[in-house]
């Protein structure tokens, strides 16, 4: 599997021309119109099927291989952040208020140079490679969508492959880990009310900000007495927002913020924890609290087996990297539906390059990586597909 690197590498420049042309277009999730049709026209001009419109604004396209065998599915997310980049790039995005802050744009360009080398090797192993580029991975639904129109059927896939670029790790490592790798994310949304008046008489209101003063301080807590301290949860009050004159107690305040957890029980937990203590602490304090708590995406949890097999041709391809198969991370994914569905491997190649100041985080408006990396993940993503298919 050494030869898919080094084909990878004589790819690069297709490939790097490919991931700054979406990174000057960027386009927001579920609108990626531009994005889809470069993804067609490169798919076509390898003579391959492509499906469009899948979950609004995906593409599928089928490889079959020189017989039947095992069906594998490879996912590359797609879509921008609401972000004015300031990054000073010469590539750097030509829409303003919008960017690739992620590398969703090096993902696509990954994707069509993976498509390249798997479609000349086509002959070389049985099976199928199902390509899959979502829309809309930031927090707009897009694996359920392209699921509800049936991405996962005809053929079902028995195996889905997904990878990220990660700028929390420098160039030369590499993390693929079992079990949970991303964690669980959820939103809240809380309004506290009290009763307003003048600031000069707080004894005639009831302050719904020293109520949520309270509940802040209270809420972790939750993370100290009531989750195990073998586990691992997160509580962010993200947004705060009350009055707008100096001299008056508003009569209402609302907070926003994420819940981040890896096992379901954890997860059950502390949303039961959440609402008891942002209700009674409220109560406390003389106010009525209202809560929304809206479910964005389940854990990403790697099959063990198969992240095994990923971590065995990486050890192969990569002697040289830094392989690590421990670290994970509460941030969130939407391949985590996919992978409910369908055991799998999620992967992260560090990107990160601070002596060229490509060091910046994700979802940040001087985000870039160093594109070096990007026939190293083609490659492991192109060995691992064929690691899973018949030959």
């Not at 979950?55 to 590359?76: C, D, M, N, Y």
């Amino acid at each position: 599997m050494d030869h898919t690197f080094t084909q990878a590498q004589a790819l690069f420049e297709y490939t790097r021309t490919l991931r700054r042309d979406f990174h000057q277009h960027p386009e927001l999730g579920l609108k990626e119109v531009r994005t889809a049709s470069i993804i067609a026209r490169e798919l076509s001009n390898l003579s391959l099927e492509v499906h469009n419109g899948v979950g609004q604004t995906g593409v599928v396209s089928l490889i079959e291989g020189k017989a039947a065998g095992p069906v594998v599915l490879l996912r590359f997310d797609m879509d921008a952040l609401p972000i004015q980049e300031q990054t000073g790039a010469e590539y750097a995005s030509l829409t303003p208020g919008v960017m690739h802050a992620c590398g969703h744009d090096g993902h696509v360009a990954i994707g069509l140079t993976v498509a390249r080398l798997l479609n000349e090797h086509r002959h070389e192993f049985s099976g199928t490679v199902k390509l899959v580029f979502q829309p809309g991975e930031e927090g707009l639904g897009g694996a359920e969508k392209m699921i509800a129109d049936g991405v996962l059927v005809d053929p079902k896939p028995d195996i889905a492959l997904s990878l990220h670029v990660w700028n929390e790790k420098p160039v030369g490592w590499v993390g693929i880990v079992p079990g949970p790798v991303m964690a669980a994310a959820d939103t809240f949304s809380v309004k506290i009310t009290g009763k307003g008046g003048h600031g000069a008489g707080p004894h005639l209101t009831v302050d719904p900000i020293v109520a949520a003063a309270q509940v802040v301080s209270a809420l972790q807590s939750i993370i100290s007495r009531n989750v195990n301290p073998l586990k691992t949860a997160v509580v962010t009050v993200a947004s705060i927002h009350a009055g707008e004159a100096f001299n008056v107690i508003p009569a209402e305040i609302e907070m926003k913020g994420t819940l981040r957890t890896f096992e379901t029980e954890v997860r059950d937990m502390l949303s039961k924890r959440f609402q008891e203590v942002v209700n009674n602490v409220s109560l406390a304090m003389g106010c009525q609290a209202d809560i929304e708590i809206q479910s964005i995406t389940p854990a990403v949890v790697n099959d063990p087996e198969i992240t095994n097999r990923v971590q065995q041709v990486a050890q192969g391809l990569l002697p040289k990297d830094l392989l690590d198969f421990q670290t994970t991370t509460m941030g969130a994914e939407d391949m985590a539906f996919i992978l409910q569905e369908i055991p799998g491997c999620y992967f992260f190649i560090g990107s990160a390059n601070p002596g060229r100041h490509l060091d910046a985080p994700h979802h940040n408006s001087r985000f870039d990586f160093d594109e070096s990396i990007l026939p190293k993940a083609a490659g492991l993503m192109v060995a691992s597909a064929l690691a899973f298919l018949g030959h």
